[in-house]
């Protein structure tokens, strides 16, 4: 059964960091990109950044683009996302999903595409002063 787990969440003011973790069970984690989604409240949810089985990383929204950093451990099954300058509009639900390994482990933030409908609890993101 595939598991995963975000961790890391909380209340933060503008201009603070928190790091975001994504612990993967039940897969052969070296094999997966590991895509980062957010959602707010009656909203659809958006990618914002996806981490590659060769170390390359992707950052999808030009927002978080120099803010927000991805790093993984596959020994340890685990994907971080590192927020630093953190503005209220950042306030969301942020979840982390595998991807489909027909993309060879590189990144991809099209769920039509190359989602596989697995997902965590998420993990709460609260930016306000």
């Known amino acids: 059964q595939v598991q995963l787990v975000e961790s890391g969440g909380g209340s933060v003011q503008p201009g603070e960091s928190l790091r975001l973790s994504c612990e993967v069970s039940g897969i052969t984690f070296s094999i997966y990109a590991i895509a980062w989604f957010r959602q707010v409240s009656g909203k659809e949810r958006e990618g914002i950044a996806c981490s590659g089985t060769r170390g390359d990383f992707s950052h999808s929204e030009d927002s978080v683009r120099g803010r927000f950093t991805l790093s993984r451990d596959n020994a340890r099954s685990t994907v971080w996302l590192q927020m630093d300058e953190l503005r209220p509009e950042d306030t969301a639900v942020y979840y982390c999903?595998?991807?489909?390994?027909?993309?060879?482990?590189?990144?991809?933030?099209?769920?039509?595409?190359?989602?596989?409908?697995?997902w965590g609890k998420g993990a709460r993101v609260n930016v306000s002063s």
């Open positions: 999903t595998p991807v489909s390994p027909t993309t060879g482990g590189r990144c991809s933030l099209d769920l039509k595409m190359y989602g596989m409908g697995i």
